[in-house]
């Protein structure tokens, strides 16, 4: 894939062309030699030699200050190259020449001022340029838009947003060009593309060579990074990743490669013990022949954002997304709606670790001009807020895309030129408290076995507890490991689970908190099957002083459930606990009704009775301490023990 298709960085200038036979034969010179290098350089930019046409125009003006069409097409040649201020002050020239005689150079200045951040110009020359009678609509559509454009820039020049950013390092940051940052939930790996020169590249001397690289975050520090090897990076190029928020998997964009659907797919490829594997197309229906790039995957791993200009968008270039199906398929792509998408373009999509706060980039709302990054969130029932601009001078005349935003919310990381000499770098800011997503905490745990030590495979569940849906359902990597993201303002269950093993559970009462949260770290450790174990039911809750259950332990007993049928040699008692609140007779009642709750579930639910016994202990054995809140609630809790087991 060719840098453009990496950085994505295109803004489409719609300006005329202006070949020599677009203006009278009476040229606005009578210098021959002028006229001469003049249509030398018509010749050379015809055939699309910038250099050479450069150099003959400028001899033209050089001889001639007075050459209007000179002037012209050397500021139209600058557009094309992206020299935007050069053109701008080339197009003035013309005007001051001759400011009646090709009404299109307002058009052109204007948005060459636009492009180079001469926002007071520009909307002066725009406004010039609507006076002109006979002009194309779409130059007039936009002349319009821009006018918004300017007037949205000269504001938020005057209202700067709060924007210190620092280079992430020398372990990252080279002479080359890094862009694209992604990381992990954790905030100790960070993935991205570098774009080796020619000349530092021995294999691949005559092209740019782009390939994935890992750094890793050691004392504050990140460590030199380490290219990601074969079979992820290629001969070909790499880039546009979106990482996994345990690090373990990544989807990114290629293209041109063998088999794949269109120009540029969207791929995948998984972590293990150290190494890539082969990359894969996702393949229809997210892969079409159009173009799918930039994947951004949720925490959850089951929701897919991603730019195509597939047929059914509103405008060139559109964000869509997809949902990981219980078939292990992905649906049919859905549009995001023209909340989000415009008549312009829309890329780089950004789906926050909270898992509803997005970051885009868009030309086709109110900016500074080109690509600006914005931000909407996801409302409950999947529409989405008006997308905010994130202001100057985060967004700038220059294109702005690219963005990552670690767990907490606070740090963000995006790549920008600041130094000629060393290309493209990554940096990091603190964003704004106003354009910040929720915080989210994570936990990461190691799962072993409790009696031998040994690390297990095993499954874990994210449950919200308000809803009863599986938010992720996974397996532990090779080594017992997983990171689960926590979002703020919802209650969330944890499960962990392996055949042959009581299972764990956990929970996390996070409903109504948006600060940020000290991560979770827990080694956990599963019980095998033998008389004597305990489980605790973590999930199981009551009401106040009652026996009724709550809706949010239905999970958690139907996992008791299945954990009785699949193992039909267990027998189990259920055991109630209170803390120390009340008469002893009291809270020994209160234990064993509760108890006797549970057991009647799991009766319902086909379990034979006689697999099961239950008993309330009352007050006996805390866990905690009984005189703060939080060891009280330790002490409330619902335990199961295994009281017969025959192989």
Not at 10 to 23: Q, R, S, Y
Request: net charge neutral.
């Amino acid at each position: 894939m060719k840098e453009r298709l990496i950085i994505l960085v295109t803004v489409i200038i719609v300006t005329f062309l202006i070949p020599g036979n677009l203006f009278s034969q009476q040229y606005h010179t009578t210098s021959p030699k002028a006229l001469k290098a003049y249509k030398a350089g018509l010749t050379a930019f015809d055939y699309i030699d910038y250099a050479n046409a450069e150099q003959y125009f400028n001899q033209a003006i050089e001889t001639d200050r007075k050459f209007f069409e000179a002037y012209m097409m050397m500021g139209e040649l600058l557009l094309k190259q992206r020299r935007f201020k050069e053109a701008a002050g080339h197009f003035q020239k013309a005007v001051q020449i001759d400011s009646s005689f090709y009404p299109n150079a307002f058009f052109n200045m204007a948005t060459a001022e636009l492009m180079s951040g001469q926002y007071e110009k520009a909307l002066v020359h725009y406004n010039a340029y609507l006076t002109v009678p006979k002009i194309s609509e779409k130059n007039r559509i936009l002349s319009v838009r821009n006018i918004k454009n300017c007037q949205f820039a000269i504001e938020a020049v005057r209202n700067p947003v709060p924007f210190s950013p620092e280079s992430v390092g020398d372990g990252i940051n080279t002479n080359n060009d890094e862009y694209w940052p992604s990381i992990t939930a954790d905030g100790q790996t960070l993935m991205f593309t570098r774009q080796e020169r020619p000349s530092e590249n021995v294999l691949r001397k005559s092209v740019f060579q782009e390939d994935f690289y890992l750094s890793y975050l050691s004392d504050k520090v990140w460590k030199t990074a380490l290219n990601a090897g074969a079979p992820l990076n290629t001969n070909q190029n790499e880039g546009a990743q979106s990482l996994s928020s345990d690090g373990t998997y990544m989807y990114f964009t290629a293209c041109d490669r063998p088999g794949g659907l269109g120009s540029c797919d969207i791929f995948f490829s998984g972590l293990s013990n150290g190494k890539w594997s082969m990359p894969v197309n996702l393949g229809s229906p997210v892969n079409t022949k159009y173009w799918e790039v930039q994947p951004s995957i949720n925490a959850a791993g089951n929701m897919l954002f991603f730019s195509s200009n597939r047929p059914g968008g509103i405008g060139g270039k559109d964000l869509w997304y997809s949902v990981y199906k219980s078939n292990k398929k992905w649906s049919t792509p859905r549009n995001l709606g023209n909340k989000i998408n415009t008549t312009g373009d829309e890329m780089s999509p950004f789906i926050h670790f909270d898992g509803k706060t997005l970051y885009f980039s868009s030309d086709g709302l109110p900016g500074m001009g080109g690509l600006d990054i914005y931000f909407s969130r996801m409302l409950d029932d999947t529409t989405w807020t008006d997308p905010k601009n994130l202001g100057y001078p985060i967004n700038t005349y220059n294109d702005e895309m690219g963005l990552t935003i670690e767990s907490g919310g606070q740090m963000a990381y995006f790549s920008t030129k600041r130094d000629e000499k060393e290309g493209k770098n990554i940096y990091s800011f603190k964003l704004y408290e106003a354009v910040q997503p929720d915080p989210v905490s994570y936990l990461k745990g190691k799962v072993t076995d409790k009696e031998s030590g040994q690390v297990l495979i095993a499954e874990y569940e994210l449950v919200n507890l308000s809803t009863g849906k599986s938010v992720i359902n996974k397996l532990t990597d090779g080594n017992g490991n997983f990171l689960v993201c926590l979002p703020s303002g919802n209650n969330y269950g944890l499960n962990v689970s392996k055949d042959g093993y009581l299972f764990y559970s956990e929970n996390f009462m996070l409903e109504g908190q948006h600060t940020a949260m000290e991560p979770y770290l827990k080694k956990i450790m599963l019980s095998p099957f033998r008389v004597g174990e305990k489980m605790l039911l973590a999930n199981v809750f009551f009401e106040v002083d009652s026996w009724k259950l709550k809706k949010e332990s239905l999970a958690e007993l139907n996992r008791l459930s299945d954990l009785l049928k699949n193992n039909k040699e267990l027998k189990v008692e259920i055991g109630g606990y209170t803390d120390a609140t009340g008469s002893n007779e009291h809270n020994l009642n209160l234990s064993e009704k509760r108890a006797l709750a549970v057991l009647d579930f799991l009766v319902e639910t086909g379990i034979q009775a006689q697999r099961l016994k239950y008993k309330g202990y009352g007050n006996a054995s805390p866990v905690g301490d009984n005189v703060t809140s939080e060891g009280r609630k330790l002490n409330r809790r619902t335990e199961v023990q295994i009281i017969e087991y025959k192989k």
